[in-house]
């Protein structure tokens, strides 16, 4: 069929099932943009090119389908490249489409040119430059391809502006070939087979899983395993919500700010299942006394993430989605009863998690962060999803939500993005309306993307907006209090901004807590209210976010109070 | 072999005939990956920029056609401490997608060669003194001014490490290499093995 590359492009997206789409308009895109038009395809116009980046992440991550943004050359794909990131260190699957200046302008220092390619090079999983409107086919169905399978990511598509305006005579291919791109699915089950051994060898075995776990779908195995077993478990902060957090053993999240029966079960355990996770520097604490007492095991499907930061006994590479079955019904079909084999080891990590659960001190009428997040979690069930954005508020959330499903808490792990909480909630809401999203983010972190308040009142998105407002860069503060003599150099925010003014004037209802008593009547109305909605919940300046792994210190060894 | 002699000592060797390169006294070893990648806009990009974002410690690296025109051949001399670095190096370019085969071929048998050029001052008094030397090291002649002699050696790296040092007695005015590449031995090309 005979079109041009702009239509071509949008042909492409109905191909791959795109739904919906986040950008912003310019120059070298309004070709595409009138195609958008004629065609009527949804598309969500944020107020700001990081906006929709994020948005198209968060609703990657609440579905795990490719989210898709479009912006201009220039400031526009420039505005994306956080937002890539962002997606590229939790390994999500994004399709970045940017225009470039025509062919023929490349290179000449052109009105909004910026060397998109390049810039994304490191930040993303792929990145192509079109300059011939030939390739947009293919290079389309590699995309969608390479973001989604094996170990997912961002792909970036930078366009010629002359390839919208070209003809094509258009087909869209149904295979995808590429040499150097082999998915790897199935390892080699002999390496499952030296795992359940070094199970059946163990006193003490731990299972921790990452955002893997979410991503190949695997969650019901792991639930299955860990029954099989009935051994503790724990996992990153980008594993939350794959294994209920009501289940017996689970010790929380491990890590920096990771419970304290997590952290002192991987220093104590004598068999570590590392499943679908990377060994972040704030998942390990000094990495070379990480799990120094246990065999490490590592469940992976990216090669290059082997004895990259800790150096592992053994490993299974492969897709989860392959791994994991076999592993379960090996361990099913074991005679051996590990349940009461491992029964003192949970019994004993479940009595040292008791010891320092995460909690907080009421004191006065002030609300406390654990207190708020702990009432949202009491008011919120396995279909609703939280979204976070960065820093203390963001650890709270991770700490005392209790999340039940994967997808079910997102947040930004691997870079940490503050001003991804906004418009990730709203891609989250815009990919499952059926739920319920509620925000958890701090007055630092809301500024960096506020304006996109008003586009959720644009477009009727119900969020359900909660501010942890301290009047301080909280996470900041606490490093500065704890590591710097208290200098609060340039992190307190002098607290003249009025969330409540800021919200109504976007176009969306504003409420603040300031009591316990308030929090205790107002929160719930407001959390099940219709429509969205900013509560600003004033809480104490001084609060630590606790425990705590200071950097360079091994993991048992927490700061507690 | 190494653990006999002392640590200065090897260093002392090393050093003299770059046998590794000498980081603040930690010994890196050499390895040469032959690289076959497609032949696509934007490779080169993808696989420097890999390099540097990884931090990898890179000697050497050259690029060119091959037997097959969508295929083109990188040859890259990386400088490790430790087999898990060198892992890290294959893996991460590995990853890359337009990267289809990565081989070390220095743990297979091959034949390694650089070319060098040099461009060195060569008056009445010295003249005969460089010839000598470009004999010994069975090196080429390939410009003569009436002050000046142009040099051309092909080989291993370290016979142009050599020569290089040697010549270092003389005013070298330019010195131009391509960085080593390799072959294996013996029938198996690298995209077969």
Same mark, same amino acid.
């Given at each position: 069929?005979?079109?041009?590359?702009?239509?071509?492009?949008?042909?492409?997206?109905?191909?791959?099932?795109?739904?919906?789409?986040?950008?912003?308009?310019?120059?070298?895109?309004?070709?595409?943009?009138?195609?958008?038009?004629?065609?009527?395809?949804?598309?969500?116009?944020?107020?700001?090119?990081?906006?929709?980046?994020?948005?198209?992440?968060?609703?990657?991550?609440?579905?795990?389908?490719?989210?898709?943004?479009?912006?201009?050359?220039?400031?526009?794909?420039?505005?994306?490249?956080?937002?890539?990131?962002?997606?590229?260190?939790?390994?999500?699957?994004?399709?970045?489409?940017?225009?470039?200046?025509?062919?023929?302008?490349?290179?000449?220092?052109?009105?909004?040119?910026?060397?998109?390619?390049?810039?994304?090079?490191?930040?993303?999983?792929?990145?192509?430059?079109?300059?011939?409107?030939?390739?947009?086919?293919?290079?389309?169905?590699?995309?969608?391809?390479?973001?989604?399978?094996?170990?997912?990511?961002?792909?970036?598509?930078?366009?010629?502006?002359?390839?919208?305006?070209?003809?094509?005579?258009?087909?869209?291919? &149904?295979?995808?070939?590429?040499? +150097?791109?082999? /998915?790897? @699915?199935? %390892?080699? *089950?002999?390496? #499952?087979?030296?795992?359940? !051994?070094?199970?059946?060898?163990?006193? &003490?075995?731990?299972?921790?899983? +990452?955002?893997? /776990?979410? @991503?190949? %779908?695997? *969650?019901?195995? #792991?639930?299955?395993?860990? !029954?099989?077993?009935?051994?503790?478990?724990?996992?990153?902060?980008?594993?939350?919500?794959? /294994?209920? @957090?009501?289940?017996?053993?689970?010790?929380?999240?491990?890590?920096?700010?990771?419970?304290?029966?997590?952290?002192?079960?991987?220093?104590?355990?004598?068999?570590?299942?590392?499943?679908?996770?990377?060994?972040?520097?704030?998942?390990?604490?000094?990495?070379?006394?990480?799990?120094?007492?246990?065999?490490?095991?590592?469940?992976?499907?990216?090669?290059?993430?082997?004895?990259?930061?800790?150096?592992?006994?053994?490993?299974?590479?492969?897709?989860?989605?392959?791994?994991?079955?076999?592993?379960?019904?090996?361990?099913?079909?074991?005679?051996?009863?590990?349940?009461?084999?491992?029964?003192?080891?949970?019994?004993?990590?479940?009595?040292?998690?008791?010891?320092?659960?995460?909690?907080?001190?009421?004191?006065?009428?002030?609300?406390?962060?654990?207190?708020?997040?702990?009432?949202?979690?009491?008011?919120?069930?396995?279909?609703?999803?939280?979204?976070?954005?960065?820093?203390?508020?963001?650890?709270?959330?991770?700490?005392?939500?209790?999340?039940?499903?994967?997808?079910?808490?997102?947040?930004?792990?691997?870079?940490?993005?503050?001003?991804?909480?906004?418009?990730?909630?709203?891609?989250?809401?815009?990919?499952?309306?059926?739920?319920?999203?509620?925000?958890?983010?701090?007055?630092?972190?809301?500024?960096?993307?506020?304006?996109?308040?008003?586009?959720?009142?644009?477009?009727?998105?119900?969020?359900?907006?909660?501010?942890?407002?301290?009047?301080?860069?909280?996470?900041?503060?606490?490093?500065?209090?704890?590591?710097?003599?208290?200098?609060?150099?340039?992190?307190?925010?002098?607290?003249?901004?009025?969330?409540?003014?800021?919200?109504?004037?976007?176009?969306?209802?504003?409420?603040?807590?300031?009591?316990?008593?308030?929090?205790?009547?107002?929160?719930?109305?407001?959390?099940?209210?219709?429509?969205?909605?900013?509560?600003?919940?004033?809480?104490?300046?001084?609060?630590?976010?606790?425990?705590?792994?200071?950097?360079?210190?091994?993991?048992?060894?927490?700061?507690?109070? | 072999?190494?653990?006999?002699?002392?640590?200065?000592?090897?260093?002392?060797?090393?050093?003299?005939?770059?046998?590794?390169?000498?980081?603040?006294?930690?010994?890196?070893?050499?390895?040469?990956?032959?690289?076959?990648?497609?032949?696509?806009?934007?490779?080169?990009?993808?696989?420097?920029?890999?390099?540097?974002?990884?931090?990898?410690?890179?000697?050497?690296?050259?690029?060119?056609?091959?037997?097959?025109?969508?295929?083109?051949?990188?040859?890259?001399?990386?400088?490790?401490?430790?087999?898990?670095?060198?892992?890290?190096?294959?893996?991460?370019?590995?990853?890359?997608?337009?990267?289809?085969?990565?081989?070390?071929?220095?743990?297979?048998?091959?034949?390694?060669?650089?070319?060098?050029?040099?461009?060195?001052?060569?008056?009445?008094?010295?003249?005969?003194?460089?010839?000598?030397?470009?004999?010994?090291?069975?090196?080429?002649?390939?410009?003569?001014?009436?002050?000046?002699?142009?040099?051309?050696?092909?080989?291993?790296?370290?016979?142009?490490?050599?020569?290089?040092?040697?010549?270092?007695?003389?005013?070298?005015?330019?010195?131009?290499?391509?960085?080593?590449?390799?072959?294996?031995?013996?029938?198996?090309?690298?995209?077969?093995?």
């Amino acid at each position: 069929m005979n079109m041009n590359g702009a239509q071509a492009v949008l042909e492409c997206l109905k191909s791959e099932g795109v739904d919906l789409l986040f950008g912003y308009p310019g120059g070298v895109v309004l070709r595409l943009y009138d195609e958008i038009y004629k065609m009527n395809f949804p598309h969500i116009l944020t107020g700001h090119e990081q906006g929709a980046v994020h948005a198209a992440d968060g609703y990657a991550r609440a579905t795990g389908k490719v989210g898709v943004v479009i912006a201009t050359s220039g400031p526009g794909a420039a505005n994306l490249i956080t937002g890539i990131a962002t997606a590229n260190m939790d390994s999500i699957p994004l399709v970045c489409i940017t225009g470039q200046v025509a062919s023929p302008a490349i290179g000449k220092d052109s009105f909004q040119e910026v060397d998109v390619f390049g810039i994304t090079t490191p930040i993303t999983k792929h990145n192509y430059l079109v300059k011939s409107v030939e390739d947009i086919p293919r290079i389309f169905k590699e995309a969608f391809y390479i973001a989604r399978t094996g170990r997912p990511g961002p792909v970036a598509i930078d366009i010629a502006a002359d390839v919208f305006n070209s003809q094509i005579d258009f087909e869209y291919p &149904r295979t995808v070939e590429l040499r +150097g791109y082999k /998915v790897s @699915s199935d %390892g080699d *089950s002999k390496e #499952i087979k030296a795992v359940v !051994e070094a199970i059946e060898n163990s006193k &003490r075995p731990l299972i921790f899983f +990452g955002g893997g /776990v979410t @991503s190949s %779908g695997t *969650s019901n195995d #792991i639930r299955k395993i860990i !029954e099989r077993l009935g051994i503790p478990s724990t996992c990153t902060l980008m594993g939350i919500g794959c /294994v209920d @957090s009501s289940t017996e053993g689970f010790l929380g999240f491990a890590g920096m700010h990771g419970s304290y029966g997590a952290n002192m079960a991987i220093q104590n355990c004598d068999l570590l299942l590392c499943i679908g996770m990377r060994f972040s520097d704030r998942v390990t604490g000094r990495v070379a006394e990480f799990a120094p007492k246990a065999k490490i095991v590592h469940f992976e499907i990216d090669p290059a993430e082997v004895n990259k930061n800790v150096v592992v006994d053994m490993k299974v590479m492969g897709d989860l989605k392959w791994s994991l079955p076999i592993l379960r019904s090996k361990l099913e079909s074991s005679g051996i009863d590990f349940q009461k084999r491992f029964s003192p080891w949970l019994k004993e990590s479940i009595e040292i998690s008791r010891v320092h659960p995460f909690s907080y001190k009421i004191e006065g009428v002030s609300i406390k962060p654990g207190a708020l997040i702990r009432k949202i979690s009491d008011l919120s069930d396995e279909n609703t999803i939280i979204a976070t954005d960065v820093g203390q508020h963001q650890m709270w959330a991770a700490q005392f939500f209790s999340a039940h499903n994967p997808r079910q808490f997102i947040t930004s792990g691997g870079l940490g993005t503050m001003g991804f909480g906004l418009p990730a909630a709203m891609g989250a809401k815009l990919a499952q309306p059926k739920k319920k999203v509620i925000l958890i983010t701090g007055d630092g972190s809301i500024m960096m993307n506020i304006q996109e308040l008003a586009t959720i009142a644009d477009h009727d998105i119900d969020l359900k907006i909660v501010v942890v407002h301290n009047f301080i860069l909280g996470m900041v503060g606490q490093w500065q209090r704890l590591f710097y003599n208290h200098h609060y150099s340039q992190s307190i925010l002098k607290g003249k901004r009025d969330f409540v003014k800021i919200a109504e004037a976007m176009g969306i209802r504003g409420i603040r807590l300031e009591t316990i008593a308030d929090l205790e009547s107002q929160l719930p109305d407001a959390l099940n209210s219709d429509g969205s909605i900013l509560i600003d919940c004033i809480v104490p300046e001084e609060e630590n976010v606790l425990p705590m792994v200071p950097g360079g210190k091994r993991l048992d060894q927490m700061v507690l109070s | 072999m190494i653990k006999w002699f002392s640590h200065e000592f090897v260093l002392k060797i090393a050093n003299q005939y770059k046998f590794f390169s000498c980081k603040e006294g930690i010994i890196l070893q050499k390895y040469i990956l032959a690289v076959l990648v497609d032949n696509k806009p934007g490779v080169l990009t993808h696989v420097s920029g890999l390099i540097s974002r990884r931090a990898f410690n890179i000697e050497s690296i050259s690029a060119g056609y091959t037997e097959e025109p969508s295929v083109t051949r990188i040859n890259i001399v990386v400088s490790v401490e430790t087999e898990n670095e060198l892992d890290q190096v294959v893996n991460q370019l590995s990853k890359l997608i337009d990267v289809i085969k990565i081989v070390n071929l220095s743990k297979a048998p091959s034949i390694e060669r650089e070319l060098v050029m040099i461009k060195i001052r060569a008056d009445k008094n010295s003249r005969a003194d460089i010839l000598n030397i470009v004999n010994i090291f069975r090196a080429k002649i390939v410009d003569v001014t009436s002050e000046t002699v142009v040099i051309e050696l092909t080989g291993h790296q370290r016979k142009i490490d050599a020569i290089c040092e040697v010549l270092g007695e003389y005013e070298i005015l330019e010195i131009a290499r391509t960085g080593a590449i390799a072959l294996s031995r013996g029938s198996t090309p690298v995209k077969k093995m």
